[in-house]
């Protein structure tokens, strides 16, 4: 089972339809209760990022609990930006920290926001990414994470600079482009999730 926090800051139905899609039992829900109890924990994200961690307060040590305790956590796009210490867009505003670094703006060298499909430079053996090579992603962002830890970049990709497109750390895994809208290759990163959330 998935659990989906609905904190007002999600694209939900069309991540739950691709979850169901590959085979998983998923559960939307905005009771910090159920969070609370959830073995598998999916952060989704649309919009700014200072009113979604305004959305996000009640949930934040919730969302750290679990991760200390070694349970499965995937963030899609402002999801993984979320993991981050701080952002541009929202300079007053902490993230949820457990990724030392910051978010800022992409370079306007090209159209801002980046819209559309990216190949992926993979560099190292991330298990959402088994099985995987030259596909293509969607990506839809104004904003890249910059982590301090170059280790945690599981993949890449090239618009006009490198930006983090995968962030891995032991069972924490985050992707900046949406898997739920990446067609067959997308769906093959939910398929890897759920394996490695068994």
């Known amino acids: 089972m998935i659990t989906i926090i609905d904190y007002g800051s999600g694209n939900l139905r069309s991540i739950k339809n691709a979850l169901t899609k590959v ?20 952060l989704p994200g649309v919009g700014a990022f200072g009113k979604a961690m305004k959305n996000l307060k ?24 979320l993991l981050l210490t701080k ?18 703006r992409i370079p306007a060298l090209g159209k801002v926001p980046h819209m ?11 298990p959402i990414l088994e099985g995987l090579e030259d596909e293509y992603f969607y990506f839809v962002h104004s904003y890249h994470a910059k982590p301090k830890e170059k280790n945690v970049i599981a993949a890449t ?42």
Do not use: R
């Not at 934040?60 to 679990?66: A, L």
């Not at 898997?179 to 890897?192: F, V």
């Open 87 to 104: 952002s541009e867009e929202s300079p007053n505003i902490q993230g949820l920290n457990i990724i030392p670094g910051e978010v800022t």
């Open 157 to 198: 990709a090239d618009y006009h600079i490198k930006m983090v497109a995968v962030l891995w750390k032991d069972n924490i895994f985050a992707t900046q482009f949406h898997p739920e809208k990446s067609g067959k290759a997308g769906l093959k990163i939910l398929h890897n999730f759920i394996e490695f959330s068994k």
């Open 116 to 126: 559309g499909w990216n190949q992926l430079n993979i560099t190292n053996n991330c």
């Open 23 to 42: 085979g998983s039992q998923v559960k939307i829900t905005k009771d910090k209760k159920e969070i609370k109890k959830a073995d598998t924990i999916l």
């Open 58 to 81: 009640n949930y934040k040590n919730t969302i750290i609990k679990h991760i200390e305790a070694d349970k499965p956590f995937l963030g899609i796009c402002l999801g993984l930006q």
